[in-house]
């Protein structure tokens, strides 16, 4: 059972085009939504990350909407550009602090950036 | 540099092998976790520790068996290694009571 489904599996922009990556969750305990970027040999690293009590998050060219009522996230990658093509991972979680925080992730979607 | 980082980077090995994978973190976390990788790219959660106590074990072959010296130290030890077990498993780290979690480079392994 997939909790976090990601969509699409890939993504081809023009530079200076938007990206728009898709997630829906299950689990309604979920707290926590970050947005995780992967290079070719190299580990997810943190991109932005959102909480259900916000609905838009932006930090620079990035932005997270949430809608908590439909389960729902989805990063825009605003003025794409070559640099930009990675791999995207959503992920959700439930922070407990004695548990620490387990992700639950996407399926990743895979961006081209042309030039 | 403060960072997450795994030992060995690539190791191939055959059938029916026993290797292990080392995980150093020295930004001071107090958990740690294990995650495969696998050839489609998907990203599952094995385990986490935190101050060196097991507190998520999800549904793993107990041929994988992690060990954590000490809060900065994850290691992962797999016995009788199988063909299935080819993936690239990443070490990551954070804070108890922050969301923030970082990962290491990987640690491609595969089974011949």
């Known amino acids: 059972q997939q909790q976090v489904k990601q969509s699409p599996q890939s993504l081809i922009v023009q530079k200076g085009g938007i990206s728009i990556i898709n997630c829906a969750y299950e689990?309604?305990?979920?707290?926590?939504f970050p947005w995780y970027q992967q290079f070719p040999g190299k580990g997810p690293a943190l991109l932005i990350a959102?909480?259900?009590?916000?609905s838009e998050k932006k930090e620079g060219r990035f932005t997270i909407s949430f809608n908590k009522s439909a389960k729902q996230f989805s990063l825009h990658i605003m003025d794409s550009q070559p640099g930009d093509s990675a791999t995207y991972f959503c992920a959700a979680s439930r922070v407990i602090k004695a548990a620490g925080n387990k992700l639950t992730f996407g399926g990743g979607t895979r961006v081209l950036v042309k030039p | 540099d403060t960072a997450v980082s795994q030992t060995p980077k690539y190791l191939v090995t055959q059938m029916g092998n026993d290797k292990s994978i080392k995980c150093e973190q020295n930004?001071?976390?107090?958990?740690m976790y294990w995650y495969k990788q696998d050839s489609k790219k998907f990203l599952k959660i094995m385990f986490s520790?935190?101050?060196?106590?097991?507190?998520i074990n999800e549904t793993v072959p107990n041929r994988f068996s992690p060990k954590s010296p000490d809060k900065a130290h994850l290691n992962l030890h797999i016995n009788s290694l199988e063909l299935g077990d080819s993936a690239v498993y990443f070490c990551?780290?954070?804070?108890?009571?922050?969301?923030?979690?970082?990962f290491g480079q990987g640690t491609r392994l595969t089974v011949v």
């Open positions: 930004l001071g976390h107090d958990t």
């Open positions: 990551a780290s954070s804070q108890q009571g922050r969301t923030e979690a970082f």
């Open positions: 959102i909480r259900p009590d916000v």
């Open positions: 689990n309604t305990a979920f707290d926590y």
């Open positions: 520790y935190n101050n060196k106590e097991l507190i």
